[in-house]
């Protein structure tokens, strides 16, 4: 986590101006104070005093907290009780005269346009070269000398990815630790996942959790893939925690993008659930902080849940642009992710920290040339991106987790203390590279 947390009244905007991009749904998110989020009677009725719904929809008429979002369409406003937040739809005008209400009310904490997410695609996602590796750094915050060379490789038995992050050498298989991906879903015919506890919800309107991207299927894959893929036809092992209890929560829809509500629905799902860990490898290209995510993965850290997310895919370095950490992934208390190659140096598309309060690159991890299930009949799949990376950290805080019983916090600081230092800056891989306990 970050030296430093907003609190309340903060500024996180970093002395940017707001991206301009308004509301791309037409609604708003309601980032409710702790004294109101400590009662969910309290939520309500600040929800339906500030915005004027009627119809407030909450996670909690659910079952297991699960927001059917088909039917939550028909109300005039949504409450993620576990979260503290509610959205509302609102013309500009309203939403304006909302806003200016909200500032003096000590109930709220913020009132930010609903942005749409999308899966981190674009060229580092589907590059299959590896990129340039980049030269040994002088800034000595993070490093360290490493004696030789070092390339990894794929081999028959597992993916460079496990080698160069210690899972292999690992006891620990993530029994018992609960990991939810939020993506879009998880080919639920996929042979690999056949003898696995599995919970699959979607959260996208229309649509079923089954995977029809692939995505989602390639990061459930990473972070939770069986020790030992199942024969025939049988592959190298690709996936970190095998023995994890997984949910996969669609988010984004088969188009790869999807809105704050959908993701907000799936956090409130995987923290009532207890999930440990919750890997995210989405986002969108702003440099500020945004309110909602930043409460939230507090809120999640203060429920024992460590939100992963992808560092973002927006560098091209060899062009001489680092990028910036973008949403979520920016917020002080979720942990954003670097990608590295299998020469352990930082992947040309992976994004440099931004300055804003939070906006650092926290751990990084294998994100080139990743080997990892598809949707059938493919069956496997090797791509690129800080989506890669992600759930090579998630899958391995189910590890350290399972070791150690850590969660929220703790979890966090029990990977940032295990990672191994390399010799780059640290405001491209933070801590290191995220290594598995043994």
């Known amino acids: 986590m970050s030296s430093s947390v907003p609190s309340p009244g903060d500024d996180l905007s970093g002395g940017e101006s707001p991206d301009g991009r308004g509301s791309p749904t037409g609604r708003y998110v309601l980032v409710l104070s702790d004294e109101a989020f400590a009662r969910e009677s309290d939520q309500v009725e600040a929800l339906r005093s500030l915005s004027g719904a009627v119809n407030v929809a909450s996670t909690s008429d659910y079952e297991w907290r699960a927001l059917d979002v088909e039917q939550a369409e028909g109300a005039d406003a949504t409450v993620f009780a576990d979260l503290g937040i509610g959205t509302f739809a609102a013309d500009p005008d309203r939403a304006a005269s909302i806003m200016a209400a909200a500032a003096d009310d000590p109930r709220v904490t913020a009132v930010e346009a609903e942005q749409f997410m999308y899966a981190l695609g674009g060229p580092g996602e589907t590059r299959s070269e590896s990129p340039t590796v980049q ?11 490493r004696t030789a060379p070092v390339e990894f490789v794929d081999t028959a038995e597992a993916t460079w990815g496990l080698q160069a992050t210690g899972v292999l050498d690992s006891e620990r298989t993530g029994q ?40 989602g299927t390639h990061c459930v894959g990473t972070s939770c893939g069986p020790s030992n893929p199942p024969e025939p036809p049988g592959s190298r092992r690709y ?26 629905a799936a956090i409130n799902w995987a ?37 992963v997310a992808a560092a973002g895919n927006n560098a091209d370095r060899d062009s001489g642009d680092p990028g910036f950490v973008g949403v979520p992934a920016n917020s002080p208390s979720i942990m954003a992710v670097g990608a590295l190659d299998s020469r352990l140096g930082i992947a040309d598309f992976s994004a440099r920290s931004n300055p804003v309060d939070g906006g650092q690159v926290d751990i990084a991890a294998p994100g080139v040339d990743v080997y990892s299930t598809w949707p059938m009949d493919r069956r496997y799949r090797a791509i ?50 995220a290594k598995a306990p043994s």
């Open 271 to 307: 923290v009532s659930n207890d999930c440990r860990v919750i890997s995210l490898s989405l986002g969108a290209d702003i440099r500020r902080v945004s309110w909602r995510y930043e409460i939230v993965g507090r809120r999640a850290l203060n429920r024992g849940s460590l939100i």
């Open 384 to 433: 690129s991106g800080t989506s890669m990376a992600t759930p090579h950290v998630s899958g391995i805080a189910a590890l350290w987790a399972q070791r150690t019983d850590a969660r929220g916090q703790a979890l966090w600081s029990e990977l940032v203390r295990g990672a191994q230092r390399l010799e780059l800056p640290g405001v491209d891989v933070g801590a290191g590279i």
């Open 176 to 215: 018992g630790i609960g990991v939810a991906v939020l993506d879009t879903g998880l080919d639920l015919r996929h042979p690999d996942f056949a003898e696995r506890e599995l919970t699959a919800r979607s959260f996208v309107s229309g649509e079923r959790a089954q995977d029809g991207n692939g995505h």
């Open 239 to 264: 996936g970190v925690a095998g023995q994890a209890e997984i949910l996969v929560g669609k988010v984004l829809g088969d188009d790869g993008s999807g809105t704050d509500t959908n993701i907000l």
């Open 135 to 145: 030269p040994p750094s002088t800034d000595t915050g993070w490093a360290t000398v």
